[in-house]
């Protein structure tokens, strides 16, 4: 343990990478707090609605994740080489699948709105309300898709600040448009859809003045952005695809997930997405740990140094263990006074609590396994093993436990829960298994 951090090298290049993260996620996660904790002053249909229609956005959210997280394992290794032409091209690609995934979202949303909403609850007045919700935030899907293609850039060309200071303009937007939409014009539910929707063009407003404003070198000509031939596609598709293949089938497997929870009823599915917002506050600083670690791992391998590329993947994964056990300590504190923020009844309070138990042991298993696959794994374009993994896991345990738990036991949504934590325990032994491989430990550029 004293070896391990007596490498001032390696901490301090990766906390100059991961504390702008830290930040970031901690304001995202707080949009989606302050999100939550207002239309939750509107009762349980109103927080249950809004939260299951960003189910919709979660599986959206997550293939964008998979498209950038493949984009950033050859952007992170062309900036190690300092080619910034090779940049532009991935960007270009990135841009263009980004956008067409929020174009299939939004035709979904826009011609199948009830049928969507359907897949997560049996109640007509959540169903009706998570429909006013999604026509009006659809076409912020647009613009978050920009937000996300290039934030991944940033990030992995080691400029992890700008994210951090674009999502804190988004959060201040977004709490003063949601009182005001809210509470101040009456518009309930379809206020808070405006009010996120005008503070992600803020954000991408925001983003786009500070790199130009400071002339990044990933800006150039629009031609040169999609100047890449059929060698250079073959090669982002070779690693990009199980990548975003992972993220397709993932998410909707945790969709297909929280599908199931609706058969514990309105109030268990309240709780679920109280329990969703608070645990991700908690998992934040495990989650950039791996975050920037895959940069930091993906930099090291782009310039050719695989031997400490190994020995910084150790180091990551103890890392993410120490802290991650801290703040599960802290959340098992906290607990108690986050959820009497909420203004729902004592039941929904009562499943949160003992949900947050499931999670404050079960998210050491998760940001642990996030390290290894997305941040170790990925880093060398080890994305065909990692694809297999985490679909197997939420496919064949997951999903699986959901139903058996939530549907054909009827057993309490906190029991359910923690059998679908299952996956992760599972997932973490093969995950560590095929770090020590090294198989992952290339150059891809």
């Not at 994740?65 to 950033?72: D, L």
């Not at 645990?279 to 940069?295: D, E, K, P, R």
């Not at 949504?413 to 093969?430: D, H, P």
Request: aromatic residues 14%; contains cysteine; hydrophobic residues 50%.
């Amino acid at each position: 343990m004293k070896n391990f951090f007596s490498d001032k090298l390696f901490f301090k290049n990766l906390f100059l990478l991961i504390i702008p993260v830290i930040f970031q996620e901690l304001l995202n996660s707080s949009v989606n707090l302050v999100d939550n904790f207002m239309v939750g002053q509107l009762g349980e249909v109103a927080i249950t609605s809004v939260g299951l229609a960003n189910q919709i956005f979660f599986v959206f959210n997550l293939i964008l994740f998979g498209i950038n997280s493949g984009a950033s394992v050859f952007v992170g290794q062309y900036f190690g080489k300092k080619d910034f032409k090779g940049i532009h091209k991935v960007m270009g690609i990135s841009i263009i699948l980004s956008l067409l995934n929020a174009g299939i979202f939004a035709i979904s949303i826009i011609f199948a709105p009830e049928f969507l909403m359907s897949l997560y609850s049996k109640d007509s007045a959540v169903i009706a309300e998570g429909i006013n919700y999604l026509q009006v935030i659809c076409p912020a899907y647009f613009v978050i898709a920009f937000i996300m293609a290039i934030n991944a850039t940033l990030k992995a060309t080691r400029k992890t600040h700008f994210p951090m200071i674009t999502t804190f303009i988004a959060l201040i937007t977004n709490i003063i448009l949601n009182y005001l939409f809210i509470f101040k014009l009456g518009l309930g539910v379809k206020g808070a859809a405006i009010a996120t929707l005008c503070a992600r063009c803020v954000e991408l407003g925001s983003q786009l003045l500070l790199i130009f404003a400071n002339k990044l070198p990933i800006i150039t000509k629009p031609k040169n952005y999609f100047s890449f031939n059929k060698s250079f596609i073959i090669s982002y598709f070779d690693i990009c695809t199980p990548v975003i293949l992972n993220e397709i089938f993932w998410s909707i497997g945790i969709s297909v997930c929280n599908m199931a929870y609706k058969f514990s009823g309105t109030d268990a599915q309240s709780a679920i997405q109280i329990t969703g917002t608070i645990q991700n506050l908690f998992t934040v600083m495990g989650v950039s740990i791996g975050a920037g670690c895959g940069i930091l791992l993906s930099n090291v391998l782009g310039y050719g140094d695989i031997e400490k590329a190994k020995e910084y993947s150790k180091k990551c994964m103890i890392l993410t263990v120490i802290i991650s056990s801290i703040m599960s300590v802290i959340l098992l504190i906290l607990s108690p006074y986050i959820i009497n923020v909420f203004n729902v009844k004592d039941l929904v309070k009562d499943y949160t609590s003992k949900l947050l138990m499931v999670v404050a042991i079960g998210m050491i298993f998760k940001t642990y396994n996030y390290t290894t696959i997305v941040g170790i794994l990925r880093s060398g374009g080890d994305t065909k093993y990692t694809a297999i993994l985490d679909f197997s896991s939420v496919w064949f345990i997951g999903i699986p436990m959901a139903f058996l738990g939530a549907y054909f036991l009827g057993l309490p949504i906190y029991v359910t829960y923690a059998m679908v934590y299952l996956e992760e325990i599972v997932k973490g032994f093969f995950s560590s298994a095929r770090v020590r491989k090294y198989k992952w430990a290339k150059s891809l550029v």
